[in-house]
């Protein structure tokens, strides 16, 4: 598939919004659905202020999938469509924000297994265990540096 790695236009919030609340509601069913549902106009809000980088079908410009930044580091999330899932779209945009940045780092919750195993192959590391205190869910601190040696 060929896509395009680029800023978010105010014409993809909807895309994005919907790919987060999907892909919430997916990867979390350990988190209650009301907890997404609930928080979803304030993300939408959130999105539309951030700084996200998309991936979008070259063709057709349709969103595929989104990373969105906290700071200069910090990874709010990335989400990528489930019709695209496995197609390499989550790792060129993590490709993009490795170019970039010299060091980042995110939150996954400990049961997110898939989440967990994509960004531990992308050279991540567990460097913190806590608890997500909106959800009582475990999660784990991971930071990516680059030229950082695997472990």
């Known amino acids: 598939?060929?896509?395009?790695?680029?800023?978010m236009r105010a014409a993809d919030l909807e895309a994005v919004s919907r790919i987060w609340?999907?892909?919430n509601l997916q990867a979390h069913g350990f988190?209650?659905?009301?907890?997404?549902?609930?928080?979803?106009?304030a993300v939408r809000e959130a999105l539309a202020q951030a700084a996200v980088t998309v991936a979008a079908d070259a063709r057709t410009g349709v969103v595929?999938?989104?990373v969105g930044m906290e700071g200069e580091t910090a990874v709010a999330g990335l989400?990528?469509?489930?019709?695209?899932?496995g197609q390499g779209v989550g790792k060129a945009l993590l490709d993009a924000l490795k170019a970039a940045k010299p060091r980042l780092s995110l939150q996954v919750?400990?049961?997110?297994a898939r989440a967990l195993r994509f960004y531990l192959r992308e050279g991540f590391e567990i460097r913190a265990e806590g608890v997500d205190?909106?959800?009582?869910?475990?999660?784990?601190?991971?930071v990516w540096e680059r030229g950082a040696a695997p472990a």
């Open 1 to 7: 598939m060929d896509w395009e790695i680029r800023a």
């Open 21 to 23: 609340l999907e892909g």
């Open 79 to 85: 989400f990528v469509d489930a019709a695209a899932r």
């Open 133 to 142: 205190p909106e959800t009582g869910e475990a999660d784990l601190t991971l």
């Open 31 to 41: 988190v209650a659905e009301a907890y997404w549902r609930g928080a979803f106009g």
């Open 109 to 112: 919750y400990a049961r997110n």
């Open 64 to 66: 595929l999938g989104f």
